[in-house]
C-alpha cells in the first residue's frame, strides 16, 4: 500500500500555470506507476495524465497535451504535474493515483484525497 498526499492547487487566471506535486510513502516509489486524475464540478472524475515507474512512458489526455507536463523525482518520491496555460475548463479537484503497473494506471488502485484548482476567467 502506498499514501500519497497532494499540495499545490490553489487560484490562478486564465493563461496561468500551477504545478501540482504528489508524495508518496510506503513501497519502493519507483515500483508504481502514477498518475493524475481530476474531477470538475457536476463532472465524472478523468484521467489527466500518467507516467511509468522510471519516467520513460507518459500518456496525456487530449485535452491537456501541450499545456500539462508529467513528471517524478524517484528520489524524493514526488510524482509533479506542471500545469500551463489553464484554461476555466481545468478547475477541477486534482487527485494523485498509484497503480502496481502502467497497464492498469487508468485503474489505479491508490489515491490521495485531491487539490483543488480553480481557473477564473
Known amino acids: 500500500q502506498v499514501q500519497l498526499v497532494e499540495s499545490g492547487g490553489g487560484s490562478v487566471q486564465a493563461g496561468g500555470s500551477l504545478t501540482l506535486s504528489c508524495s508518496a510513502s510506503?513501497?519502493?516509489?519507483?515500483?508504481?506507476?502514477m498518475g493524475w486524475f481530476r474531477q470538475g464540478p457536476g463532472k465524472e472524475r478523468e484521467f489527466v495524465a500518467s507516467?511509468?515507474?522510471?519516467?520513460?512512458?507518459?500518456s496525456y489526455a487530449d485535452s491537456v497535451k501541450g499545456r500539462f507536463t508529467i513528471s517524478r523525482d524517484n528520489a524524493k518520491n514526488t510524482v509533479y504535474l506542471q500545469m500551463n496555460s489553464l484554461k476555466p475548463e481545468d478547475t477541477a479537484v486534482y487527485y494523485c493515483?498509484?497503480?502496481?503497473?502502467?497497464?492498469?494506471?487508468?485503474?489505479?488502485?491508490?489515491w490521495g484525497r485531491g487539490t483543488q484548482v480553480t481557473v477564473s476567467s
Open positions: 493515483a498509484a497503480a502496481d503497473s502502467y497497464a492498469t494506471i487508468r485503474q489505479p488502485q491508490n
Open positions: 510506503g513501497r519502493t516509489f519507483n515500483s508504481y506507476a
Open positions: 507516467i511509468s515507474g522510471y519516467g520513460t512512458v507518459r
